[in-house]
């Protein structure tokens, strides 16, 4: 794949998934802490999202800081928007915001489970995952 | 290696007049949480607040400097 295909690839992920999580591994084996959590913030609320491991290969991640302007992974998109990375993720699930922009309701003890850094079982389709193999 | 109070400094001399603490969360110089009050980031939304705060420091992000963790808000409070 040429970067030009991954910069295409990564654009219609973004285009085409509501809500498109960009991450280290994957929500069920996320590969670092800042993606655990964000993955977390996002199965805690029960959305469908889709999810890409750039890992795999490391011009992935490069054409998506180029696209995006911010410089480190995790990110989330929504609506073909960027939200943010774990930190603006966490603050907006902490303060409802992530689900009102989402749609989903609100947990009990949200805080609490955005603190966790495993990430549970997505409960979302992960039709992406690893594509870029 | 970075530390914490090159960073502090850093981000001080780039919002001029802003209160900024930085950690070192892991103690080994990578992983750092930095919190930054600014009237500079008056009216701004969240990402573009904490793009200024990445753009101090440039492709140094992701790389030397692995995470930087960062918590922004204007002296008035959180917008």
Known sequence: M???????????????????????????????????????????LGVRYAALDILPDQRIREELSGLSGWPT???LFVEGE????????????ESGELASLLGAE???????????????????????????? | MPTSDELQQRIKAAFPGSLVT???LTGGGD????????????????IQQHKLVYDVFGAEVGGPIHALSIKTSTPGGTP
């Open chain 1, 2 to 44: 040429t970067n030009t295909e991954i910069r295409e690839f990564i654009g219609n992920a973004i285009e085409e998934n509501r809500v498109m999580l960009f991450m280290k591994g994957s929500p069920e084996q996320p590969a670092c802490g800042f993606s655990a959590r964000t993955a977390a913030c996002l199965n805690a």
């Open chain 1, 73 to 75: 992974i995790p990110q």
């Open chain 1, 82 to 93: 960027l939200v943010g990375g774990a930190d603006i993720v966490t603050e907006m699930y």
């Open chain 1, 106 to 133: 609100q947990p009990e003890q949200a805080a609490e489970v955005a603190a966790q850094s495993e990430a549970p079982v997505s409960k979302g389709p992960v039709p992406l995952e690893n594509r870029l193999d």
């Open chain 2, 22 to 24: 930085v950690e070192d």
């Open chain 2, 31 to 46: 992983h750092f949480r930095a919190e930054v009050v600014s009237d500079r980031f008056d009216g701004l939304s969240r």
